[in-house]
């Protein structure tokens, strides 16, 4: 008795915690934004200037969410790995990007180098992917969940430190595309070239991985095979070969986002893959881990919020530098969006037996 009254006085004490939680992010949410709007501080092309930077930064996010997204959908594991994946994707442009920028071609012919550069990535991200499923996750394939999970965490530190012993702990600095440079004046504001360019290119990849996953039969044995491995087996599906193909195009759309993140920040460094691998797994819960389109929408969601977040919310009520915060406000957020709606905005697809 006293065991089971002890339960109930925690439960109650966690639940009165969390809305008390809940309420105090509420409250200074609405009152931030009361006291910013009223001061006036930011102009309306400023807003636009945030904005315009959260869709960049967040489809970013988007690109390297997918990746995660699609392989707990088959597989029902985080491949902790994949934020290295985006790093090395990054290497590979950067190493193209530089070598054409020394020779004068990318100047010359921006818009092939650029596409060049992000294929390689691409390229390279996919191959550093499936050794990584290969080696790391295919042999573990029937293991208890934990035992990929740990995998995962290993083959993580092995290659960021694989990439250091190899370019060293130093910042590589990307070439910059003079053709990108500056702005242009859309509806009378001025943006950001590189800004436009990464969000353009980021949607037409997330379109194009739409597509492949919703309108074409290799798509559509793809989403047999996280509903059942087994029943898709039985109807004469490769499932080794569509886990495959899975880990390598959602690693090519992390080595994208890795070209085009450095292009964004200018540098690429060994660990440049944590904080943006963390985020994207932000952005996948944040949208429904497992949904295809909940991580597209997570990561928008996740950029735009730390990018308009501090100013909106913190600036008025006189918190200094509220910039630095950026990071606090993405994950409360996440923990906000976990406690009203616990599967993610667009809701995690599970799978559903009936008897």
Same mark, same amino acid.
């Given at each position: 008795?006293?065991?089971?009254?002890?339960?109930?006085? #925690?439960?109650?004490?966690?639940?009165?915690?969390?809305?008390?939680?809940?309420?105090?992010?509420?409250?200074?949410?609405?009152? #931030?934004?009361?006291?910013?709007?009223?001061?006036?501080?930011?102009?309306g092309?400023?807003?636009?200037?945030?904005?315009?930077?959260?869709?960049?930064?967040?489809?970013?996010?988007?690109?390297?969410?997918?990746?995660?997204?699609?392989?707990?959908?088959?597989?029902?594991?985080? %491949?902790?790995?994949? &934020?290295?994946?985006?790093?090395?994707?990054?290497?590979?442009?950067?190493?193209?990007?530089n !070598?054409?920028?020394?020779?004068?071609?990318?100047?010359? +012919?921006?818009?092939?180098?650029?596409?060049?550069?992000?294929?390689?990535?691409?390229?390279? &991200?996919?191959?550093?992917?499936?050794?990584?499923?290969?080696?790391?996750?295919?042999?573990l394939? %029937?293991?208890?969940?934990?035992?990929?999970?740990?995998?995962?965490?290993?083959?993580?530190?092995?290659?960021?430190?694989?990439?250091?012993?190899?370019?060293g702990?130093?910042?590589? !600095?990307?070439? &910059?595309?003079?053709?990108?440079?500056?702005?242009?004046?859309?509806?009378?504001? #001025?943006?950001?070239?590189?800004?436009?360019?990464? !969000?353009?290119? !980021?949607?037409i990849?997330?379109?194009?991985?739409?597509?492949?996953?919703?309108?074409?039969?290799?798509?559509?044995?793809?989403?047999?095979?996280?509903?059942?491995?087994?029943?898709?087996?039985?109807?004469?599906?490769?499932? %080794?070969?569509?886990?495959?193909?899975t880990?390598?195009?959602?690693? &090519?759309?992390? #080595?994208?986002?890795?070209?085009?993140?450095?292009?964004?920040?200018?540098?690429? %460094?060994?660990?440049?893959?944590f904080?943006p691998?963390?985020?994207?797994?932000?952005?996948?819960?944040?949208?429904?881990?497992? +949904?295809?389109?909940?991580?597209?929408?997570?990561?928008?969601?996740?950029?735009?919020?730390?990018?308009?977040?501090?100013?909106?919310?913190?600036?008025?009520?006189?918190?200094?530098?509220?910039?630095?915060?950026?990071?606090?406000?993405?994950?409360?957020?996440?923990?906000?969006?976990?406690?009203?709606?616990?599967?993610?905005?667009?809701?995690?697809?599970?799978?559903?037996?009936?008897?």
């Amino acid at each position: 008795m006293r065991t089971t009254l002890t339960e109930k006085v #925690g439960e109650v004490a966690v639940a009165v915690f969390l809305w008390g939680f809940r309420i105090l992010v509420v409250s200074v949410v609405v009152i #931030g934004t009361i006291l910013t709007i009223r001061a006036g501080k930011y102009t309306g092309v400023q807003w636009m200037d945030f904005v315009v930077f959260g869709i960049a930064r967040g489809s970013i996010y988007a690109l390297i969410a997918l990746g995660y997204t699609m392989v707990y959908g088959i597989m029902r594991m985080i %491949n902790f790995a994949h &934020s290295e994946v985006f790093m090395s994707g990054a290497f590979g442009g950067y190493f193209l990007a530089n !070598a054409m920028s020394q020779s004068g071609f990318l100047d010359k +012919n921006p818009v092939v180098g650029l596409i060049a550069a992000v294929l390689v990535g691409m390229l390279v &991200s996919a191959g550093v992917a499936l050794l990584v499923e290969r080696i790391a996750y295919r042999p573990l394939r %029937n293991a208890p969940r934990l035992v990929p999970l740990i995998s995962a965490i290993g083959a993580s530190f092995f290659l960021q430190y694989t990439f250091r012993g190899f370019f060293g702990p130093g910042i590589y !600095a990307y070439p &910059s595309i003079n053709v990108l440079s500056g702005e242009w004046n859309i509806l009378g504001v #001025g943006i950001l070239k590189m800004q436009v360019v990464v !969000a353009v290119a !980021a949607f037409i990849m997330m379109a194009v991985l739409y597509t492949i996953v919703m309108r074409t039969k290799i798509g559509k044995a793809m989403r047999a095979v996280s509903e059942s491995k087994d029943v898709a087996a039985l109807m004469g599906i490769d499932v %080794n070969r569509i886990i495959v193909f899975t880990f390598g195009i959602g690693a &090519s759309m992390a #080595g994208a986002a890795g070209v085009l993140y450095a292009l964004m920040f200018r540098q690429v %460094n060994f660990f440049m893959g944590f904080v943006p691998g963390i985020k994207a797994f932000t952005a996948a819960v944040l949208g429904g881990i497992g +949904n295809v389109p909940g991580a597209m929408v997570g990561g928008l969601v996740l950029g735009i919020f730390e990018s308009v977040g501090p100013a909106l919310f913190l600036d008025g009520l006189g918190i200094p530098r509220p910039y630095q915060l950026q990071d606090a406000i993405a994950y409360i957020m996440l923990v906000m969006v976990l406690l009203f709606r616990p599967s993610g905005i667009l809701g995690e697809r599970l799978t559903t037996k009936k008897a």
